[in-house]
Every structure is written in C-alpha cells, then in structure tokens.
C-alpha cells in the first residue's frame, strides 16, 4: 500500500484547505482495510493525530482543537481520503501527514502515530495573512 499526499498550501485565517491522501495498493472498501489518518507536525512540536477513520465502525476521532471545523471521509471510487479543514487558524499550520493501520492496531477512539504502520509524504499547511 502507498499513500500520497496533497492539497496543502498557503490560506489566510478563516479560510478552508482539503487535503487528498490517494492510496494505491488496496481498495478502500476492502475489508483487510482498517484504518486510515491523519496527524500533523509544526515546527519543534510532537506529531499529533489530527483524525483518525476506522473504516467499518466507531464515529471518527478528531483532535479537540479541530472539532467543528475539520471533517474526514472517504472517496472510494477514487481510493482518496479526504480531509476538509475549515475556519483554519495560524495554529493549524504544519506537515499534514496520512497514514494507515492495515493490521487491526489502532485502537479507537484514540488516534495514535505509532498505530499506524505505511505514511505518505508530507503536504504543507501555512495560515498565516
């Protein structure tokens, strides 16, 4: 399985981004696929998990700092995971990350990095005016 990034860039605060993380390898629908995420790193922080989808199950998990403004789903017929980011802040900015959990690890309602074992490169986020 890979995973590939896009969508980031520059937007001013209050503006609105989505990101795709395209996977190849696997069908989304498949049901050996688990879970799907994605986290997020600004410079001199930790990476944290910003949402996190299983995909037969539980409501997504999402970051409390983005609650109301960042929503997750699937495109299947285009094997994308989506996420749209709304109402974006200056604190929003970092690497956004996809990842997936092919092997049942991740354990939810949590949204942990180190349960999900294939990440795609990095795309971009700057809020800034």
């Known amino acids: 399985v890979q995973l590939q990034a896009s969508g980031g860039g520059l937007v001013q605060p209050g503006g609105s981004l989505r990101l795709s993380c395209l996977v190849s390898g696997m069908r989304l629908d498949s049901p050996d696929y688990y879970a799907i995420a994605w986290f997020r790193q600004a410079p001199g922080k930790e990476r944290e998990g910003v949402s996190c989808?299983?995909?037969?199950?539980?409501?997504?998990y999402y970051l409390d700092s983005v609650k109301g403004r960042f929503t997750i789903f699937r495109d299947n017929a285009k094997s994308t995971v989506i996420l749209q980011m709304n109402d974006l802040k200056p604190e929003d900015s970092a690497v956004y990350y996809c990842?997936?959990?092919?092997?049942?690890?991740?354990?939810?309602?949590?949204?942990?990095?180190?349960?999900?074992?294939?990440w795609g490169q990095g795309t971009q986020v700057t809020v800034s005016s």
């Open positions: 989808l299983r995909v037969r199950g539980y409501e997504p």
């Open positions: 990842a997936t959990d092919l092997g049942f690890v991740a354990t939810f309602p949590n949204c942990l990095d180190y349960q999900y074992e294939t």
